[in-house]
């Protein structure tokens, strides 16, 4: 087990990157205080995204996002218009509707694949998350590992991604948690609408 080391440091920075704030965090907790279900599959569909994206850098196409910078702009270019496009209806919704606990029982839920679309698109269109993997790969993992570590290194990255997206949405859709929400739902949903143009804008200036 001589890469046990780097795995397991791998694996804290993983978790890490996992906890800190982001266009992840405001998908998938938008959707779990409406329904857990959908919040689930949410983080379910960026598990995904972040899955090919750590299969990708594992074949160096990591480091060729980097490289070509038409490539990377186009990508940044997407994942900050979808963004846009996410906290603008949030914005629209939240000034449209009076919300009490009612409304969110009664709201029309986003079926399994809508919701897997919306966190998968929320995932592939950040390039960051390549060029991530590709630079922590590169540092972490010597050159010439055998193959079952590379292997090892992709289903960490999922394991640990798909248990904090699930954990997330869980305690987002905890009673006590949407009771105060329906409460609130109004500038809550102001407020992570804007959060998701302000990721959005900051994607798109951000070089």
Same mark, same amino acid.
């Given at each position: 087990?001589?890469?046990?080391? +780097? ?15 982001? @266009? ?6 938008? +959707? ?7 919040? &689930? ?5 960026? %598990? $995904?995204? &972040? *899955?090919?994206?750590? $299969?990708? *850098? ?10 070509? &910078? ?23 919704? *939240? ?5 009490? /606990? ?24 950040? @390039? ?10 590169? %540092? ?10 590379? *292997?090892? &290194? ?5 394991? !640990? ?7 997330? /949405? #869980? ?12 409460? !609130?739902?109004?500038?809550?949903? /102001? ?14 200036? #951000?070089?």
């Amino acid at each position: 087990m001589d890469y046990l080391p +780097q795995l397991l440091t791998l694996s804290g920075i993983i978790l890490l990157a996992c906890a800190s704030p982001g @266009p992840d965090f405001v998908a998938i907790t938008s +959707q779990a205080l409406s329904d857990r279900r959908s919040g &689930v599959f949410t983080g379910l569909g960026i %598990t $995904c995204a &972040v *899955a090919i994206w750590a $299969c990708l *850098a594992v074949f160096g196409f990591g480091l060729l996002v980097q490289q070509f &910078v038409w490539l990377y702009e186009s990508i940044r270019m997407a994942g900050a218009v979808y963004l846009v496009y996410l906290g603008v209806r949030m914005l629209i919704g *939240a000034l449209r509707h009076q919300a009490d /606990a009612q409304d969110i029982t009664e709201a029309p839920r986003m079926s399994i694949g809508q919701s897997w679309r919306r966190g998968f698109l929320v995932g592939i269109t950040n @390039p960051k998350t390549a060029t991530f993997f590709a630079t922590l790969f590169v %540092t972490l993992l010597p050159v010439g590992a055998p193959l079952w570590v590379y *292997a090892a &290194v992709v289903a960490v990255v999922v394991c !640990i991604t798909a248990l904090w997206m699930c954990l997330l /949405a #869980s305690c987002f859709s905890i009673s006590a948690v949407r009771r105060a929400y329906a409460r !609130i739902r109004r500038p809550i949903d /102001a407020l992570m609408g804007a959060a998701l143009v302000g990721l959005g804008v900051r994607m798109a200036a #951000s070089r």
